[in-house]
């Protein structure tokens, strides 16, 4: 299936941990995001990456590192997790400018 | 500050019935406007995008309108159905930044029988 995939779709971790959430996207795109959509259902832009370089990179504590290993993964990496980073965090790709096409979400709990 | 805001935040409509959602914006300067259904537990995905110079724009039975003067854009549902319970998202294209995104909170709509 062409598609914007996530793993995991759920992340249950305590405060302090770090963990990663991987994205890969089959649609030949050459930009990739990450977005936060917090209690209040609003999307906000994190990062975006067009053909592994960095584009856009919002005002994100550091502990928010992305990593694009090729044009068809964007991973994003937090460290010492805390309670307000609970959100659902996603995945999107596009052709620059053009339509972007989201992932399913991966739900982050921090307990 | 470049925001969107949408109305009502919540409603609920009679399977079969009409409904309009409206969005409001600041954006500028503004590349494109596009509507996105987010179905609960998953990703938005896109029903229309219009440019400056469209004022409607239709995928079956959604219809959204642009008036670019007003800043105002329009979202109608047309003979609802269940499945059109969801959430719908504005989403104004801020020309400049790799054309970054700008959210609405979303209205969400809840058909019944």
């Known amino acids: ?111 | 500050k470049n925001q969107v805001e949408q109305s009502p935040q919540s409603l609920i409509i009679l399977e079969g019935k009409n409904c309009t959602l409206q969005c409001n914006y600041t954006v500028s300067p503004f590349s494109n406007l596009r509507w996105y259904k987010q179905d609960t537990g998953r990703g938005p995905v896109s029903l229309t995008i219009m440019t400056f110079s469209e004022n409607t724009k239709s995928n079956g039975r959604y219809t959204a309108t642009l008036d670019a003067d007003t800043k105002q854009s329009s979202l109608h549902i047309t003979a609802s159905q269940l499945s059109d319970s969801a959430s719908y998202i504005c989403v104004v294209s801020y020309k400049a930044a790799g054309n970054k995104l700008t959210f609405g909170g979303g209205t969400r709509v809840l058909v019944k029988p």
Not at chain 1, 46 to 66: A, D, G, H, Q
Not at chain 1, 90 to 99: I, K, P, R, V
């Open chain 1, 1 to 111: 299936d062409t598609a914007v995939s996530q793993t995991p779709k759920y992340l249950v971790t305590q405060m302090g941990n770090d963990k990663s959430i991987k994205c890969e996207q089959n649609l030949g795109h050459d930009t990739m995001y990450w977005y936060k959509q917090d209690s209040k259902k609003f999307l906000k832009i994190m990062f975006s990456y067009n053909n592994k370089e960095l584009i856009i990179n919002e005002t994100v504590p550091n502990r928010f590192s992305p990593k694009s290993p090729d044009k068809a993964h964007l991973n994003l990496h937090i460290n010492s997790l805390e309670l307000g980073d609970s959100a659902v965090y996603f995945c999107a790709s596009s052709l620059l400018g053009n339509e972007q096409f989201f992932g399913p979400g991966t739900r982050l709990t921090v307990l």
